[in-house]
Protein backbone atom coordinates (compact mmCIF):
# COMPACT_ATOMS: atom_id res chain seq x y z
CA UNK A 1 0.00 0.00 0.00
CA UNK A 2 1.32 3.25 -0.65
CA UNK A 3 1.29 5.11 2.43
CA UNK A 4 3.53 7.82 4.21
CA UNK A 5 4.67 7.92 7.28
CA UNK A 6 5.33 11.27 8.28
CA UNK A 7 7.33 13.72 10.55
CA UNK A 8 5.09 16.26 13.01
CA UNK A 9 6.81 19.04 11.65
CA UNK A 10 5.16 18.76 8.38
CA UNK A 11 1.96 18.13 9.41
CA UNK A 12 -0.55 20.55 8.31
CA UNK A 13 -2.96 21.47 11.05
CA UNK A 14 -6.07 21.03 9.07
CA UNK A 15 -8.15 17.72 10.88
CA UNK A 16 -6.83 14.66 10.68
CA UNK A 17 -9.24 11.18 10.82
CA UNK A 18 -8.22 7.99 12.82
CA UNK A 19 -10.39 4.69 11.43
CA UNK A 20 -10.81 2.43 14.02
CA UNK A 21 -11.21 -1.14 13.48
CA UNK A 22 -9.65 -3.97 15.16
CA UNK A 23 -7.97 -1.90 17.23
CA UNK A 24 -10.16 -0.55 19.88
CA UNK A 25 -7.58 1.35 22.44
CA UNK A 26 -5.81 4.29 22.83
CA UNK A 27 -2.68 2.94 24.23
CA UNK A 28 -0.06 1.28 21.79
CA UNK A 29 -2.04 2.06 19.32
CA UNK A 30 0.33 3.52 16.65
CA UNK A 31 -2.08 5.45 14.66
CA UNK A 32 -3.46 7.24 17.18
CA UNK A 33 0.08 8.27 18.61
CA UNK A 34 1.29 9.48 14.64
CA UNK A 35 -1.77 11.88 14.90
CA UNK A 36 -1.21 12.68 18.38
CA UNK A 37 2.14 13.93 17.83
CA UNK A 38 0.97 15.83 14.72
CA UNK A 39 -1.17 18.02 16.73
CA UNK A 40 -3.72 18.89 14.04
CA UNK A 41 -7.59 18.32 15.61
CA UNK A 42 -8.52 14.98 15.47
CA UNK A 43 -11.81 13.06 14.94
CA UNK A 44 -12.25 9.21 15.36
CA UNK A 45 -14.72 6.76 12.85
CA UNK A 46 -15.98 3.36 12.99
CA UNK A 47 -17.30 1.81 10.35
CA UNK A 48 -19.77 -0.56 10.82
CA UNK A 49 -19.06 -2.69 7.36
CA UNK A 50 -21.37 -5.57 6.26
CA UNK A 51 -21.56 -4.23 2.50
CA UNK A 52 -17.94 -4.78 0.78
CA UNK A 53 -17.65 -7.82 -1.01
CA UNK A 54 -16.26 -11.12 0.96
CA UNK A 55 -15.95 -8.98 4.12
CA UNK A 56 -17.34 -12.04 6.46
CA UNK A 57 -20.86 -10.73 8.67
CA UNK A 58 -19.64 -10.80 12.48
CA UNK A 59 -21.70 -13.59 14.96
CA UNK A 60 -23.88 -12.71 17.28
CA UNK A 61 -21.45 -12.76 20.45
CA UNK A 62 -18.89 -10.82 18.51
CA UNK A 63 -22.14 -7.90 17.63
CA UNK A 64 -22.58 -8.11 21.27
CA UNK A 65 -19.06 -7.50 22.56
CA UNK A 66 -18.39 -4.86 19.61
CA UNK A 67 -21.10 -2.75 20.69
CA UNK A 68 -19.77 -2.68 24.58
CA UNK A 69 -16.45 -2.00 22.96
CA UNK A 70 -17.64 0.92 20.95
CA UNK A 71 -19.47 2.59 23.74
CA UNK A 72 -16.25 1.71 25.70
CA UNK A 73 -14.28 3.65 22.80
CA UNK A 74 -16.40 6.50 22.54
CA UNK A 75 -16.36 7.18 26.46
CA UNK A 76 -12.52 7.18 26.34
CA UNK A 77 -12.17 9.58 23.47
CA UNK A 78 -15.00 11.85 24.67
CA UNK A 79 -12.65 12.46 27.71
CA UNK A 80 -10.21 13.38 25.73
CA UNK A 81 -12.34 15.52 23.74
CA UNK A 82 -12.50 13.55 20.84
CA UNK A 83 -15.85 12.93 18.82
CA UNK A 84 -16.02 8.96 17.38
CA UNK A 85 -18.62 8.99 14.41
CA UNK A 86 -20.10 5.71 13.86
CA UNK A 87 -21.17 5.19 10.26
CA UNK A 88 -22.53 2.15 8.58
CA UNK A 89 -22.06 1.08 4.84
CA UNK A 90 -18.87 -0.21 2.60
CA UNK A 91 -15.90 1.90 3.78
CA UNK A 92 -14.02 2.63 0.28
CA UNK A 93 -17.63 4.67 0.37
CA UNK A 94 -17.40 5.70 3.73
CA UNK A 95 -14.10 6.54 4.74
CA UNK A 96 -13.53 8.70 1.97
CA UNK A 97 -17.13 10.60 2.19
CA UNK A 98 -16.23 11.31 6.31
CA UNK A 99 -12.74 12.54 5.29
CA UNK A 100 -14.04 15.14 2.75
CA UNK A 101 -16.50 16.32 5.13
CA UNK A 102 -13.80 16.45 7.63
CA UNK A 103 -11.81 18.20 5.33
CA UNK A 104 -8.85 15.96 6.42
CA UNK A 105 -5.54 16.15 5.21
CA UNK A 106 -4.67 12.87 6.56
CA UNK A 107 -6.15 9.70 7.50
CA UNK A 108 -4.86 6.47 9.81
CA UNK A 109 -5.31 3.64 10.12
CA UNK A 110 -3.99 0.16 11.33
CA UNK A 111 -3.69 -2.76 9.38
CA UNK A 112 -6.47 -5.86 8.98
CA UNK A 113 -5.57 -8.92 8.39
CA UNK A 114 -8.16 -10.80 5.82
CA UNK A 115 -7.51 -10.80 2.10
CA UNK A 116 -10.86 -9.22 1.94
CA UNK A 117 -10.39 -6.63 4.34
CA UNK A 118 -6.81 -5.95 3.13
CA UNK A 119 -8.48 -5.14 -0.30
CA UNK A 120 -10.84 -2.64 1.07
CA UNK A 121 -7.90 -1.41 2.89
CA UNK A 122 -6.05 -0.90 -0.15
CA UNK A 123 -9.25 0.60 -1.81
CA UNK A 124 -10.09 3.29 0.42
CA UNK A 125 -5.76 4.33 0.73
CA UNK A 126 -6.11 4.54 -3.28
CA UNK A 127 -9.27 6.59 -3.10
CA UNK A 128 -7.93 8.92 -0.52
CA UNK A 129 -4.39 9.33 -2.27
CA UNK A 130 -5.93 10.48 -5.20
CA UNK A 131 -7.94 13.19 -3.26
CA UNK A 132 -4.88 14.59 -2.04
CA UNK A 133 -5.33 13.11 1.62
CA UNK A 134 -2.72 11.29 3.30
CA UNK A 135 -2.43 7.90 4.67
CA UNK A 136 -0.86 6.38 7.19
CA UNK A 137 -0.99 2.78 8.05
CA UNK A 138 0.78 0.47 11.12
CA UNK A 139 0.83 -3.06 11.56
CA UNK A 140 -0.43 -3.21 15.34
CA UNK A 141 -2.49 -6.46 15.54
CA UNK A 142 0.00 -8.96 15.31
CA UNK A 143 3.45 -9.07 16.84
CA UNK A 144 4.78 -9.55 12.72
CA UNK A 145 3.32 -8.28 9.97
CA UNK A 146 1.56 -11.18 8.12
CA UNK A 147 4.18 -12.57 5.88
CA UNK A 148 7.20 -11.66 7.41
CA UNK A 149 8.57 -14.78 9.44
CA UNK A 150 9.74 -16.40 6.68
CA UNK A 151 11.87 -20.03 6.78
CA UNK A 152 15.61 -21.07 6.05
CA UNK A 153 14.06 -21.46 2.42
CA UNK A 154 11.94 -18.41 2.27
CA UNK A 155 8.05 -18.86 2.45
CA UNK A 156 6.17 -19.57 5.78
CA UNK A 157 7.65 -21.96 7.68
CA UNK A 158 5.56 -24.92 7.59
CA UNK A 159 5.31 -26.10 11.61
CA UNK A 160 4.46 -24.24 14.47
CA UNK A 161 7.75 -24.83 16.13
CA UNK A 162 9.75 -23.96 12.70
CA UNK A 163 7.30 -20.71 12.52
CA UNK A 164 7.85 -19.86 16.33
CA UNK A 165 12.18 -20.26 16.82
CA UNK A 166 11.84 -18.02 12.58
CA UNK A 167 9.97 -15.63 14.35
CA UNK A 168 11.85 -15.50 17.79
CA UNK A 169 14.98 -14.75 16.00
CA UNK A 170 12.83 -11.48 14.47
CA UNK A 171 11.31 -10.94 17.61
CA UNK A 172 11.55 -7.39 19.04
CA UNK A 173 10.43 -6.37 22.59
CA UNK A 174 9.42 -2.98 21.71
CA UNK A 175 7.97 -1.07 24.69
CA UNK A 176 4.41 -0.40 24.40
CA UNK A 177 3.39 2.95 23.38
CA UNK A 178 1.43 4.90 26.08
CA UNK A 179 -2.10 6.26 25.36
CA UNK A 180 -1.51 10.43 24.27
CA UNK A 181 -1.64 12.45 27.17
CA UNK A 182 -3.28 15.32 24.83
CA UNK A 183 -5.78 14.85 21.94
CA UNK A 184 -7.31 17.87 20.48
CA UNK A 185 -10.92 16.91 19.33
CA UNK A 186 -12.82 18.50 15.96
CA UNK A 187 -15.38 20.99 17.22
CA UNK A 188 -17.99 20.43 14.53
CA UNK A 189 -17.29 16.60 13.56
CA UNK A 190 -19.73 15.34 10.54
CA UNK A 191 -22.59 13.70 12.05
CA UNK A 192 -22.48 9.80 12.30
CA UNK A 193 -25.32 7.72 13.28
CA UNK A 194 -26.12 6.08 16.81
CA UNK A 195 -24.66 2.71 17.78
CA UNK A 196 -28.25 1.09 18.22
CA UNK A 197 -28.79 1.61 14.56
CA UNK A 198 -26.29 -1.07 14.03
CA UNK A 199 -28.43 -3.32 15.92
CA UNK A 200 -25.81 -5.34 17.50
CA UNK A 201 -26.84 -6.51 20.73
CA UNK A 202 -30.16 -8.87 20.53
CA UNK A 203 -33.21 -7.63 22.36
CA UNK A 204 -36.42 -9.90 21.47
CA UNK A 205 -35.16 -11.90 22.88
CA UNK A 206 -32.57 -11.33 24.63
CA UNK A 207 -30.14 -14.25 25.14
CA UNK A 208 -27.16 -12.04 26.52
CA UNK A 209 -27.57 -12.32 30.18
CA UNK A 210 -24.86 -14.96 30.43
CA UNK A 211 -22.47 -12.76 28.43
CA UNK A 212 -23.16 -9.33 30.68
CA UNK A 213 -22.16 -11.34 33.86
CA UNK A 214 -19.63 -12.74 32.23
CA UNK A 215 -17.24 -9.86 30.66
CA UNK A 216 -16.58 -6.25 30.55
CA UNK A 217 -15.41 -4.70 27.20
CA UNK A 218 -13.03 -2.07 26.81
CA UNK A 219 -9.53 -0.84 26.77
CA UNK A 220 -10.11 -0.69 31.10
CA UNK A 221 -11.37 -3.86 31.27
CA UNK A 222 -8.54 -5.40 28.77
CA UNK A 223 -5.91 -3.86 30.93
CA UNK A 224 -7.43 -5.15 34.56
CA UNK A 225 -7.74 -8.59 33.13
CA UNK A 226 -4.12 -8.86 32.24
CA UNK A 227 -3.42 -7.34 35.72
CA UNK A 228 -5.08 -10.17 37.59
CA UNK A 229 -3.97 -12.29 35.25
CA UNK A 230 -0.59 -11.31 36.12
CA UNK A 231 -1.18 -11.21 39.99
CA UNK A 232 -2.70 -14.84 39.82
CA UNK A 233 -2.66 -16.68 36.59
CA UNK A 234 0.44 -16.52 34.69
CA UNK A 235 2.24 -18.87 37.43
CA UNK A 236 1.57 -21.85 37.18
CA UNK A 237 0.08 -21.67 33.07
CA UNK A 238 2.30 -23.93 32.01
CA UNK A 239 0.56 -27.09 33.28
CA UNK A 240 -2.51 -25.16 34.46
CA UNK A 241 -3.73 -24.01 31.10
CA UNK A 242 -4.79 -27.32 30.35
CA UNK A 243 -7.60 -27.29 33.58
CA UNK A 244 -10.73 -26.06 32.70
CA UNK A 245 -11.58 -26.15 36.40
CA UNK A 246 -8.85 -23.87 37.26
CA UNK A 247 -8.28 -20.44 36.75
CA UNK A 248 -4.99 -20.38 34.98
CA UNK A 249 -5.62 -19.06 31.45
CA UNK A 250 -6.13 -15.36 30.81
CA UNK A 251 -9.14 -14.96 29.05
CA UNK A 252 -7.40 -11.94 27.27
CA UNK A 253 -9.04 -13.59 23.69
CA UNK A 254 -12.35 -11.03 23.27
CA UNK A 255 -9.87 -8.14 24.26
CA UNK A 256 -7.05 -9.30 21.34
CA UNK A 257 -9.61 -10.16 19.26
CA UNK A 258 -11.09 -6.48 19.47
CA UNK A 259 -7.44 -4.88 19.88
CA UNK A 260 -8.54 -3.88 23.29
CA UNK A 261 -4.85 -4.76 24.24
CA UNK A 262 -2.22 -5.66 21.77
CA UNK A 263 -0.58 -8.56 21.99
CA UNK A 264 2.77 -6.37 22.68
CA UNK A 265 1.08 -4.68 25.16
CA UNK A 266 0.79 -8.27 26.44
CA UNK A 267 4.17 -9.65 25.80
CA UNK A 268 5.92 -6.65 27.43
CA UNK A 269 3.95 -7.64 30.77
CA UNK A 270 4.78 -10.65 30.34
CA UNK A 271 8.89 -10.88 29.68
CA UNK A 272 9.14 -7.98 32.53
CA UNK A 273 7.97 -9.72 34.93
CA UNK A 274 9.49 -13.36 34.08
CA UNK A 275 13.04 -11.10 33.95
CA UNK A 276 12.07 -9.38 37.24
CA UNK A 277 12.04 -13.15 38.32
CA UNK A 278 7.97 -12.23 39.38
CA UNK A 279 6.66 -15.33 37.65
CA UNK A 280 8.61 -18.77 36.44
CA UNK A 281 10.27 -18.95 33.09
CA UNK A 282 8.16 -21.97 32.26
CA UNK A 283 5.37 -20.35 32.56
CA UNK A 284 5.80 -17.19 30.84
CA UNK A 285 7.73 -19.47 27.80
CA UNK A 286 4.45 -21.12 27.28
CA UNK A 287 2.35 -18.08 27.62
CA UNK A 288 4.21 -16.60 24.70
CA UNK A 289 4.44 -19.54 22.77
CA UNK A 290 0.35 -19.71 23.02
CA UNK A 291 0.61 -16.07 21.79
CA UNK A 292 2.93 -17.05 18.94
CA UNK A 293 -0.08 -19.87 17.58
CA UNK A 294 -2.16 -16.80 17.42
CA UNK A 295 0.86 -15.26 14.66
CA UNK A 296 1.20 -18.52 12.97
CA UNK A 297 -2.84 -18.80 12.44
CA UNK A 298 -2.39 -14.66 11.05
CA UNK A 299 0.75 -15.60 8.63
CA UNK A 300 -1.81 -19.04 7.58
CA UNK A 301 -4.46 -16.78 6.90
CA UNK A 302 -2.53 -14.41 4.57
CA UNK A 303 -0.87 -17.42 2.97
CA UNK A 304 -4.27 -19.04 2.74
CA UNK A 305 -6.94 -16.18 2.37
CA UNK A 306 -9.64 -18.87 2.42
CA UNK A 307 -8.66 -20.43 5.33
CA UNK A 308 -12.36 -20.61 6.66
CA UNK A 309 -13.63 -22.55 3.93
CA UNK A 310 -11.11 -24.94 2.16
CA UNK A 311 -8.82 -27.83 3.34
CA UNK A 312 -5.32 -27.15 3.72
CA UNK A 313 -4.96 -30.25 3.10
CA UNK A 314 -5.95 -31.00 0.19
CA UNK A 315 -6.34 -35.10 0.79
CA UNK A 316 -9.41 -33.93 2.86
CA UNK A 317 -11.61 -32.59 -0.15
CA UNK A 318 -12.71 -36.33 -0.54
CA UNK A 319 -13.19 -36.84 3.37
CA UNK A 320 -16.76 -38.87 3.60
CA UNK A 321 -18.38 -36.39 6.12
CA UNK A 322 -21.86 -36.73 7.35
CA UNK A 323 -24.59 -35.15 7.22
CA UNK A 324 -26.91 -35.31 10.27
CA UNK A 325 -28.93 -32.13 11.55
CA UNK A 326 -30.49 -33.97 14.59
CA UNK A 327 -26.90 -34.86 15.81
CA UNK A 328 -25.46 -31.41 14.78
CA UNK A 329 -28.62 -29.79 16.65
CA UNK A 330 -27.47 -32.24 19.71
CA UNK A 331 -23.90 -31.03 19.44
CA UNK A 332 -24.90 -27.00 19.45
CA UNK A 333 -27.35 -27.68 22.45
CA UNK A 334 -24.62 -29.74 24.63
CA UNK A 335 -26.72 -32.90 24.67
CA UNK A 336 -24.48 -35.50 23.15
CA UNK A 337 -24.30 -37.34 26.30
CA UNK A 338 -20.60 -37.61 27.10
CA UNK A 339 -19.87 -34.63 29.86
CA UNK A 340 -17.05 -32.90 29.11
CA UNK A 341 -18.50 -32.08 25.51
CA UNK A 342 -21.69 -31.08 26.82
CA UNK A 343 -20.55 -29.03 29.36
CA UNK A 344 -17.82 -26.81 26.63
CA UNK A 345 -20.85 -26.41 24.34
CA UNK A 346 -23.32 -24.81 27.24
CA UNK A 347 -20.23 -22.64 28.60
CA UNK A 348 -19.80 -21.46 25.10
CA UNK A 349 -23.31 -20.81 24.95
CA UNK A 350 -24.17 -19.29 28.74
CA UNK A 351 -20.53 -17.49 28.37
CA UNK A 352 -19.24 -16.84 24.68
CA UNK A 353 -15.92 -18.62 25.61
CA UNK A 354 -15.24 -21.70 26.16
CA UNK A 355 -11.45 -23.26 27.61
CA UNK A 356 -9.16 -24.28 24.90
CA UNK A 357 -8.43 -28.17 26.16
CA UNK A 358 -12.62 -28.10 25.46
CA UNK A 359 -12.76 -26.65 22.34
CA UNK A 360 -10.30 -29.27 21.07
CA UNK A 361 -12.27 -32.14 22.44
CA UNK A 362 -15.54 -30.49 21.21
CA UNK A 363 -14.06 -30.20 17.90
CA UNK A 364 -12.53 -33.76 17.63
CA UNK A 365 -15.87 -34.95 18.84
CA UNK A 366 -17.82 -33.50 15.87
CA UNK A 367 -15.22 -34.25 13.47
CA UNK A 368 -13.92 -37.42 14.28
CA UNK A 369 -16.87 -38.98 16.86
CA UNK A 370 -19.94 -37.51 14.46
CA UNK A 371 -18.26 -37.69 11.32
CA UNK A 372 -19.02 -33.91 10.56
CA UNK A 373 -17.61 -31.25 8.85
CA UNK A 374 -15.22 -29.04 10.43
CA UNK A 375 -16.67 -25.61 8.39
CA UNK A 376 -20.22 -26.78 10.37
CA UNK A 377 -18.14 -26.32 13.82
CA UNK A 378 -15.91 -23.60 12.76
CA UNK A 379 -19.36 -21.84 11.61
CA UNK A 380 -21.30 -22.61 15.14
CA UNK A 381 -17.84 -20.88 16.64
CA UNK A 382 -18.10 -18.20 14.68
CA UNK A 383 -21.53 -17.43 15.81
CA UNK A 384 -21.53 -18.12 19.22
CA UNK A 385 -17.88 -16.57 20.50
CA UNK A 386 -16.83 -13.66 21.90
CA UNK A 387 -13.47 -13.96 20.46
CA UNK A 388 -14.55 -15.40 16.88
CA UNK A 389 -11.10 -14.54 15.13
CA UNK A 390 -11.64 -15.20 11.36
CA UNK A 391 -7.03 -16.21 11.40
CA UNK A 392 -7.61 -18.47 15.05
CA UNK A 393 -10.79 -19.87 14.80
CA UNK A 394 -10.83 -21.60 11.28
CA UNK A 395 -6.90 -22.63 11.73
CA UNK A 396 -7.71 -24.01 15.17
CA UNK A 397 -10.73 -26.34 13.44
CA UNK A 398 -9.00 -27.15 10.74
CA UNK A 399 -5.94 -28.39 13.18
CA UNK A 400 -8.35 -30.49 15.39
CA UNK A 401 -9.97 -31.95 12.01
CA UNK A 402 -6.82 -33.02 10.96
CA UNK A 403 -7.13 -30.74 7.48
CA UNK A 404 -4.61 -27.88 8.50
CA UNK A 405 -1.09 -26.80 8.69
CA UNK A 406 1.15 -29.03 11.06
CA UNK A 407 -2.49 -30.24 12.27
CA UNK A 408 -2.92 -32.82 14.96
CA UNK A 409 -2.67 -36.24 13.11
CA UNK A 410 -6.49 -37.40 12.19
CA UNK A 411 -5.74 -40.57 14.13
CA UNK A 412 -5.57 -38.53 17.72
CA UNK A 413 -9.01 -39.26 18.18
CA UNK A 414 -9.29 -37.46 21.75
CA UNK A 415 -11.58 -39.85 24.01
CA UNK A 416 -13.75 -37.17 26.05
CA UNK A 417 -13.89 -39.69 28.87
CA UNK A 418 -10.70 -39.79 29.88
CA UNK A 419 -10.19 -36.07 28.87
CA UNK A 420 -12.34 -35.56 31.78
CA UNK A 421 -10.97 -37.79 33.98
CA UNK A 422 -7.78 -36.54 33.08
CA UNK A 423 -8.13 -32.23 32.95
CA UNK A 424 -11.29 -32.29 35.58
CA UNK A 425 -10.75 -35.08 37.66
CA UNK A 426 -13.25 -33.40 40.63
CA UNK A 427 -15.71 -32.78 38.07
CA UNK A 428 -16.01 -29.77 38.85
CA UNK A 429 -16.10 -27.97 35.75
CA UNK A 430 -18.84 -30.59 34.68
CA UNK A 431 -21.01 -29.70 37.80
CA UNK A 432 -20.84 -25.87 36.73
CA UNK A 433 -22.31 -26.22 33.20
CA UNK A 434 -24.11 -29.64 33.72
CA UNK A 435 -26.00 -29.07 37.09
CA UNK A 436 -28.57 -32.30 36.48
CA UNK A 437 -24.79 -34.28 36.81
CA UNK A 438 -24.18 -32.29 39.73
CA UNK A 439 -24.70 -35.12 42.66
CA UNK A 440 -22.35 -37.80 40.80
CA UNK A 441 -19.51 -38.83 42.70
CA UNK A 442 -16.06 -37.65 40.71
CA UNK A 443 -15.24 -40.98 39.30
CA UNK A 444 -18.52 -41.33 37.73
CA UNK A 445 -19.43 -37.93 36.59
CA UNK A 446 -17.23 -38.39 32.98
CA UNK A 447 -19.28 -41.49 32.08
CA UNK A 448 -22.97 -41.61 33.29
CA UNK A 449 -24.14 -44.37 31.61
CA UNK A 450 -21.82 -46.89 33.68
CA UNK A 451 -23.34 -45.65 37.10
CA UNK A 452 -25.74 -48.16 38.96
CA UNK A 453 -29.80 -47.39 39.03
CA UNK A 454 -29.38 -46.69 42.72
CA UNK A 455 -26.31 -44.28 42.52
CA UNK A 456 -28.44 -42.32 39.47
CA UNK A 457 -31.49 -41.89 41.70
CA UNK A 458 -29.92 -40.99 44.16
CA UNK A 459 -28.23 -38.19 41.73
CA UNK A 460 -32.07 -37.15 40.47
CA UNK A 461 -30.88 -38.73 37.14
CA UNK A 462 -33.04 -40.25 34.57
CA UNK A 463 -31.22 -41.47 31.84
CA UNK A 464 -32.41 -40.62 28.30
CA UNK A 465 -34.75 -38.01 29.89
CA UNK A 466 -32.84 -36.00 32.80
CA UNK A 467 -29.23 -36.67 30.63
CA UNK A 468 -29.03 -37.73 27.53
CA UNK A 469 -27.16 -41.55 26.79
CA UNK A 470 -24.41 -41.07 24.59
CA UNK A 471 -24.86 -40.05 21.23
CA UNK A 472 -22.58 -42.89 20.15
CA UNK A 473 -20.13 -45.23 21.29
CA UNK A 474 -16.45 -44.21 21.64
CA UNK A 475 -15.09 -46.91 20.72
CA UNK A 476 -17.70 -47.68 17.41
CA UNK A 477 -17.45 -43.60 16.56
CA UNK A 478 -13.36 -43.98 16.75
CA UNK A 479 -13.20 -47.03 14.59
CA UNK A 480 -15.55 -45.23 11.86
CA UNK A 481 -13.91 -42.47 11.70
CA UNK A 482 -10.63 -44.32 11.23
CA UNK A 483 -12.59 -45.98 8.50
CA UNK A 484 -13.31 -42.79 6.95
CA UNK A 485 -9.72 -41.61 6.95
CA UNK A 486 -8.77 -44.28 4.86
CA UNK A 487 -11.61 -44.10 2.36
CA UNK A 488 -9.68 -40.75 1.61
CA UNK A 489 -6.25 -42.74 1.09
CA UNK A 490 -7.01 -44.83 -1.30
P1 LIG B 1 -4.64 -18.06 26.95
O1 LIG B 1 -4.25 -19.47 27.19
O2 LIG B 1 -4.59 -17.16 28.11
O3 LIG B 1 -3.69 -17.54 25.78
C1 LIG B 1 -3.45 -16.15 25.55
C2 LIG B 1 -3.73 -15.81 24.10
O4 LIG B 1 -2.93 -16.61 23.24
C3 LIG B 1 -5.16 -16.10 23.68
O5 LIG B 1 -6.03 -15.05 24.03
C4 LIG B 1 -5.01 -16.26 22.17
O6 LIG B 1 -4.93 -15.02 21.52
C5 LIG B 1 -3.66 -16.95 22.06
N1 LIG B 1 -3.87 -18.40 22.03
C6 LIG B 1 -3.95 -19.25 23.07
N2 LIG B 1 -4.12 -20.53 22.64
C7 LIG B 1 -4.17 -20.45 21.30
C8 LIG B 1 -4.34 -21.42 20.26
N3 LIG B 1 -4.46 -22.72 20.53
N4 LIG B 1 -4.36 -21.00 18.99
C9 LIG B 1 -4.21 -19.69 18.68
N5 LIG B 1 -4.05 -18.72 19.62
C10 LIG B 1 -4.03 -19.11 20.90
N6 LIG B 1 -8.93 -18.43 19.65
C11 LIG B 1 -9.41 -17.22 19.33
O7 LIG B 1 -8.85 -16.20 19.74
N7 LIG B 1 -10.51 -17.10 18.54
C12 LIG B 1 -11.17 -18.19 18.04
O8 LIG B 1 -12.14 -18.04 17.30
C13 LIG B 1 -10.69 -19.48 18.39
N8 LIG B 1 -11.32 -20.61 17.97
C14 LIG B 1 -10.83 -21.84 18.33
C15 LIG B 1 -11.47 -23.00 17.87
C16 LIG B 1 -11.00 -24.25 18.22
C17 LIG B 1 -11.68 -25.49 17.68
C18 LIG B 1 -9.88 -24.37 19.06
C19 LIG B 1 -9.35 -25.72 19.45
C20 LIG B 1 -9.23 -23.23 19.52
C21 LIG B 1 -9.69 -21.96 19.16
N9 LIG B 1 -9.03 -20.78 19.60
C22 LIG B 1 -9.53 -19.56 19.23
C23 LIG B 1 -7.74 -20.86 20.31
C24 LIG B 1 -7.84 -20.88 21.85
O9 LIG B 1 -8.75 -21.84 22.27
C25 LIG B 1 -8.23 -19.52 22.43
O10 LIG B 1 -7.39 -18.52 21.90
C26 LIG B 1 -8.08 -19.52 23.95
O11 LIG B 1 -8.86 -20.53 24.52
C27 LIG B 1 -8.52 -18.16 24.48
O12 LIG B 1 -8.50 -18.16 25.87
P2 LIG B 1 -7.42 -17.33 26.67
O13 LIG B 1 -7.37 -15.92 26.16
O14 LIG B 1 -7.69 -17.53 28.11
O15 LIG B 1 -6.08 -18.08 26.26
Known sequence: MKTARLQSSRLPASPSLLWFRDDLRLSDNPALAALAEARAPLAALYVFDEDSPGIRPLGGAARWWLARSLRALAADLKDRGVPLILRRGPANRVVPEVA????????????RAGAAETKVDHAVAARLLSEDRRVL??????????????????????????????????????????????????????????????DLEPTRPDWSGGLR????????????????????????????????????????????????ISPRQILSAVRHAADADAVPLVDADKFEAELYWREFSYHLLAERPDLARSNIQRGFDAFPWRECPGELKAWHRGLTGYPLVDAGLRQLWQTGWMHNRVRMVVASFLTKHLLMDWRAGEDWFWDTLVDADGANNAASWQWVAGSGMDAAPYFRIFNP???????????????????????????????????????????GIRLGQTYPRPLVDHGAARERALRALESTRK
Open 213 to 260: ATWTAGEAAAQARLAAFMDAGLTGYAEGRDRPDQDHVSRLSPHLRFGE
Open 100 to 111: ALLGAATVAFND
Open 417 to 459: VTQGEKFDPAGTYVRTYVPELAKLPAPLIHKPWTADTDTLAHA
Open 137 to 198: SFCAHLLHPPGSVEGASGGMPRTFSSFHRAALKARRLDTPLPAPKHLEGVVHPPEGETLESF
